[in-house]
């Protein structure tokens, strides 16, 4: 599964084909009437640090015009300070 939800927002983890997943999710909601500046999306890496994976993501995201931020650590249910907000 690659979606989570963290915050109250969809999650993508970047590191696990993210961006296949995201491209259908952005689809599916859009044809649903949802806008995509009303999206937030957090993408995930548990790599520590901006990957092509990520940067997939991102691309994707900003070629959409959907708001996302980055979480570039370990995912936990059970977010502390560093959670996106």
């Given at each position: 599964?690659?979606?989570?939800?963290?915050?109250?927002?969809?999650?993508?983890?970047?590191?696990?084909?993210?961006?296949?997943?995201l491209?259908?999710?952005?689809?599916?909601?859009?044809?649903?009437?949802?806008?995509?500046?009303n999206?937030?999306?957090?993408?995930n890496?548990?790599?520590?640090?901006r990957?092509a994976e990520?940067?997939?993501?991102?691309?994707?995201?900003d070629?959409?015009?959907?708001?996302?931020?980055?979480?570039?650590?370990?995912?936990?249910?059970?977010?502390g300070?560093?959670?996106?907000?």
């Open positions: 599964m690659t979606w989570r939800a963290t915050c109250g927002r969809p999650c993508v983890a970047a590191d696990y084909d993210g961006a296949v997943a491209q259908h999710w952005i689809h599916h909601y859009s044809d649903l009437g949802v806008k995509p500046e999206f937030l999306v957090v993408v890496s548990n790599k520590g640090e990957t990520v940067d997939d993501c991102t691309r994707i995201l070629e959409k015009g959907v708001g996302y931020v980055l979480w570039l650590t370990q995912y936990s249910s059970e977010a300070p560093d959670a996106p907000s």
